[in-house]
């Protein structure tokens, strides 16, 4: 099976994956715009720290969630960092100054400080499209992820982050009774709590409702990352649903100039590779490279055409 025609009906999140500048952005909002014209009610976002989509788009969606014109039930978000760790601090800053205070004479920086701790905002990052995932607004989630080494760094820190959890209750059942006054709330009570988050995050990409596709260009770089990101994400238990080679040269003939006909035969030669190593288990689809970039709806719906047209 080469198209994603089989994501019409589920699983519920699709994120993309792949190389930097191979096309995830592309491709996502490519699907997110076909899941939307199917009348699903779709969510597009990206995690991406240097997004493109309101580029792509040609509408700002940095920040908060922006329906986009021209598609009826289709809304898109650039996630903002730093409205992310606002959002945390609010939540929990208070609770944190709490427990250190008790323990140590510290002021408020100490929120400051945990807040910017390695993780926290990929953290809360995650928490963000687990509220939507679970929410009812939408039916359809793509979520537009960082270049490859981004996502799977996300998720091993997301693994730490738990881990790391795990043994908090018991050093600070320890440390509660050197406290000193009332803590509102306990800290093994606020780092279960975090616990669960982080077990929440990552039963919601490893479950059966989230499932990868990855991008890729029929190149020698593109294929070997394809093998490292396809293998990461098995050792993550992630759900891989297709491969998508994009930018294919296709339809070049003997009148094709030198340059064309030898990237062409170079693409073939590199489908092949991806198709003998995925397409029975995977499936690879293809897009073919366009004469201009993919900006605006006209475009990203070409680009959906070749996605979930059907084979047959
Ligand atoms: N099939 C295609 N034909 C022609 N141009 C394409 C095609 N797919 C993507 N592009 C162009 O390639 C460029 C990179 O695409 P895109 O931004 O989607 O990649 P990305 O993987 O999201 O990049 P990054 O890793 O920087 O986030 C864009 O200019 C886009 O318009
Ligand atoms: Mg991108």
Redesign the pocket.
Known sequence: MGELCDLESGPRMVAVTGK??VG???C?AATAVHLAETGQRTLLL?T?R????SDILETDVFGEITSVDGVDGLDAVEMDYDAIREKWKETYGEDIYRVFSSFVSVGEEVIDYVAEAPGIADEFMLGYILEYFEGDVYDRIVW?TA?AGGTIALLEAQERFYDHLGQAPKIYADLRSLASGDLKKRPATLFEEWRELSADCLSMVQGPDTTFVVVTIAEGLGVNETDRIIDDLERHDLGVQRVVANKVLEDVGADDCKHHRERAAMHAEYLEVLEDRYASEYGVATIPQLPREVKGLEAIETVSDHLFESAD
């Open positions: 930097g500048g995830k952005t592309t996502s990206s991406d240097s997004p493109s989509l537009d270049p």
